[in-house]
């Protein structure tokens, strides 16, 4: 298995531009978690899915930032507009929602928003 | 889910045994211990993970105390490779992890 993919891996964009990143889990994993990573916060949880429904999106920071997943094999994380202050790594993760929490985690996306 | 403290940074010595220490004196009963690392510029990756008895498996070792207050990652033969940040996370197997800010452990040649 490749892992989880995530795409792409270096986004710059300027302030005010639609910003996509795009994630593959690994086959066979329900579910599926998007995390933001930033030297001052450290490694955050913005939501995640189990079976492509999103149970947890507490820690979304605003509308802004939106994430879906349309079927079990890929999934979107959205911002719009982009703001410098969402420059971060963002990361994608997958798991078996088994006995228990063994996630596998994607490179990473390193977004700047100038 | 338990909070977890855990030392900022240590250091080891290349090929000597790397001894994490974490505190998780609120853990509940049913609450998992898992261990993640994350190097450089790449995704954490699961290490290991327990809930009363010792556990190993071809990465490290894993023990956890008697009262459950405490555990100790333990990497056998510690390899330059090995250098990374080490999160301590107590959970339950149905929920969310919540990294903390983890030890940088650095293994020097």
């Known amino acids: 298995d490749a892992g989880v993919i995530q795409s792409p891996r270096h986004e710059v964009t300027e302030m005010g531009q639609e910003v996509t990143l795009r994630c593959k889990p690994i086959s066979g994993h329900n579910s599926l978690f998007w995390y933001r990573q930033t030297m001052m916060r450290g490694l955050e949880l913005l939501i995640y899915?189990?079976?492509?429904?999103?149970?947890?999106d507490s820690g979304m920071p605003e509308d802004r930032f939106s994430a879906k997943m349309p079927n079990a094999s890929f999934s979107t994380l959205k911002i719009q507009p982009s703001e410098p202050r969402d420059s971060a790594v963002y990361f994608c993760?997958?798991?078996?929602?088994?006995?228990?929490?063994?996630?596998?985690f994607g490179p990473g996306t390193r977004l700047t928003v100038l | 889910d338990a909070k977890t403290t855990q030392p900022p940074s240590m250091d080891c010595a290349e090929g000597r045994a790397a001894n994490l220490p974490c505190n998780h004196s609120t853990i509940s009963g049913n609450e998992y211990v898992y261990w993640y690392r994350q190097i450089h510029s790449q995704g954490p990756q699961y290490i290991i993970h327990?809930?009363?008895n010792n556990e190993t498996n071809e990465m490290a070792s894993l023990i956890i105390t008697e009262d459950r207050k405490s555990s100790t990652l333990i990497l056998p033969h510690a390899t330059l490779r090995d250098t990374a940040v080490y999160y301590c996370i107590v959970s339950l197997p149905e929920r969310q992890l919540t990294f903390g800010s983890g030890t940088q452990l650095t293994v020097l040649p």
């Open positions: 327990g809930l009363k």
């Open positions: 899915f189990n079976n492509n429904v999103p149970i947890d």
């Open positions: 993760a997958s798991s078996f929602s088994g006995e228990y929490n063994e996630q596998f």
